[in-house]
């Protein structure tokens, strides 16, 4: 899923996503494109990094 889609199912916005990568709190994959691409996975860790 692209950082949007995330954005929207943790309610947490995109730049505090950009920044738990930038603290390398998440790591998701990058497309050709440049784009991010996040796992299901990553839905918990941005709930556990939010507690």
Known sequence: ???SE???K???S?????YYEQKRLLH???LKNGYREYDESD???VKTVQS
């Open 10 to 12: 943790t309610g947490v």
């Open 28 to 30: 998701p994959t990058r």
């Open 43 to 45: 839905i918990e860790n």
């Open 6 to 8: 995330l954005s929207k």
């Open 14 to 18: 995109i730049r505090s996503l950009r």
């Open 1 to 3: 899923m692209k950082i």
